[in-house]
């Protein structure tokens, strides 16, 4: 008879994803003998120099954009703040205003909290209870004085999926730009710049495979973006210091490797995910799933557990690596769920769970049992 496994059951893919071995590999070079940096003339440079622009070649696939509309920075959060806090420093003409879900992640939410110090006006969208921004809101607050707009595409807690197309189209008839936090969509859904029409977007490598400390920012040709730091001309000068030349290249090599098989896995992830949540609704009566029921990540499953807080049931079941709002808050309260208009009991019980390429039917079948008997322990 075999011993059930106590291994952990990784479901916070959203919180980071584990590093492709393709990209592991292809990083080590330039750890250990390809020491150039980018910018000098010799042969070490202008090797280190190939390898960056091979990779963003890579990831401009993976958006649809063209390589000279990405620049690298040291990630998702450094991306939004050039994005934001850039495109408000090039504007001229005059606007004032800018415009973000009441769902965004802090490294929106913070860049707009320090405009708003600066004496911008900060308009806040509010979100229905799946947490999809609501027309009567947009429509409301995208207005002539807007010089942008900061819209996440898909929400890191509950997975709803943002109709940014429609927002686009709101923004550009008034005359304001349109920036998009896609950290948490690259690699689990089709993410192309022409079809959202934005004119930023913020990815984040460690979300699709890559490694941590890497990101990058497309910025639509000609659309003026001032640096937040200066010093050289690096990422055509909008993010000077040396290129991190091994994280570049890890990147590039996620963002290929999601590509080839983003159909296939998204299928595959959203039959785990059904399945995991109707073992545990099955097990568990009065469990509650939060966000929008089809306009969703195909990994995240965001979950209340009656009569329990999330953090209880989590702390009674230790082999599921989980949380219950996002990695950058730890134990606090989940804005997003506040925002959602949710009651208080359903709020409490919540947990996230967000599969990948480290989820099986065996680990959704041995999470299904360790949740469910977390639960029972929490009540007791």
């Not at 690259?186 to 993410?191: A, E, F, W």
């Not at 469990?287 to 990540?297: D, Y």
Request: aromatic share 4%; glycine share 10%.
């Amino acid at each position: 008879m075999s011993t059930p496994t106590t291994d952990p059951i990784y479901l916070d893919h959203n919180a980071s994803t584990p590093l492709l071995p393709e990209a592991l590999e292809a990083m080590l070079p330039y750890l250990r003998n390809e020491h150039g940096n980018p910018s000098s003339g010799h042969i070490w440079g202008r090797r280190a120099r190939d390898a960056v622009e091979k990779a963003r070649g890579q990831v401009a696939r993976l958006i649809g954009c063209a390589p000279w509309e990405l620049v690298f920075t040291g990630g998702g959060t450094e991306a939004n703040n050039l994005a934001i806090l850039g495109t408000l420093e090039a504007r001229t003409d005059g606007r004032r205003a800018v415009v973000l879900s009441a769902v965004e992640h802090a490294a929106v939410q913070s860049p707009c909290e320090r405009l708003a110090k600066r004496g911008y006006t900060v308009r806040t969208l509010p979100v229905d209870r799946t947490g999809m921004v609501t027309e009567e809101g947009w429509r409301a607050a995208i207005i002539d004085d807007v010089a942008l707009v900061s819209v996440m595409h898909a929400n890191n807690e509950v997975g709803t999926v943002q109709p940014i197309r429609a927002l686009a189209d709101r923004a550009h008839a008034v005359g304001a730009r349109i920036h998009c936090d896609a950290a948490q969509s690259v690699g689990k859904t089709s993410v192309r710049v022409d079809e959202l029409d934005v004119d930023l977007l913020s990815l984040a490598a460690h979300k699709f495979y890559g490694p941590k400390g890497v990101g990058a920012l497309y910025i639509r040709q000609g659309v003026p973006v001032e640096p937040l730091v200066v010093g050289a001309g690096h990422e055509r000068g909008l993010r000077p210091g040396t290129e991190n030349v091994a994280g570049i290249v890890g990147m590039g090599v996620a963002a290929e490797v999601v590509q080839k098989k983003l159909t296939d896995e998204m299928a595959r992830l959203e039959g785990l995910r059904a399945a995991l949540l109707e073992g545990l609704t099955r097990a568990i009566p009065g469990l509650t799933a939060l966000g929008h029921p089809v306009q969703r990540l195909c990994n995240t499953l965001n979950v209340s557990f009656p009569g329990v807080t999330g953090s209880s049931v989590l702390r009674h079941a230790p082999i599921i690596a989980a949380s219950t709002g996002s990695a950058c808050h730890g134990e606090e309260a989940s804005h997003v769920l506040a925002v959602m208009g949710l009651p208080a009991e359903l709020t409490r019980g919540a947990v996230r769970l967000s599969l990948g390429r480290l989820t099986g039917p065996q680990e959704v079948e041995r999470a299904v049992a360790a949740l469910v008997e977390g639960w029972r322990q929490a009540r007791s």
